[in-house]
């Protein structure tokens, strides 16, 4: 079993930034891909980010390109998500995940998910 524990969320206003922290703990592996994810409400989990298990590659929804960057300190067991530029849009309670295999969009091919973090966008 591998433990996610998500942190850094918070209310914020359109432009600012926010850093979110994923810690992952228990039968933690290098060889993990994560994820991040968000569900606003009303609305279907999606997809926002994912990292390699090494960090050499990452990937990003359209909507959150050039503006969200993922990144990861394997040495820590934890995954980070960079928010800049914010838009209330991005209201959202925010998930981190962790795949065995490779990096995937689907919420679905996760193994492992956090209780997520909530981030308000004020206008």
């Known amino acids: 079993q591998v433990q996610l524990v998500e942190s850094g969320g918070g209310l914020v206003q359109a432009g600012g930034s926010l850093r979110l922290s994923c810690a992952a703990s228990?039968?933690?592996?290098?060889?993990?891909?994560m994820g991040w994810f968000r569900q606003a409400p009303g609305k279907e989990r999606e997809f926002v980010a994912a990292i390699n298990w090494s960090g050499s590659s990452t990937y990003y929804a359209a909507y959150v390109k050039g503006r969200f960057t993922i990144s990861r300190d394997n040495a820590k067991n934890t995954v980070y998500l960079q928010m800049n530029s914010l838009k209330p849009e991005d209201t959202a309670v925010y998930y981190c995940?962790?795949?065995?295999?490779?990096?995937?969009?689907?919420?679905?091919?996760?193994?492992?998910w956090g209780q997520g973090t909530q981030v308000t966008v004020s206008s």
């Open positions: 228990g039968r933690t592996s290098s060889s993990n891909a």
């Open positions: 995940a962790a795949r065995i295999a490779g990096w995937a969009s689907q919420s679905g091919a996760y193994d492992y």
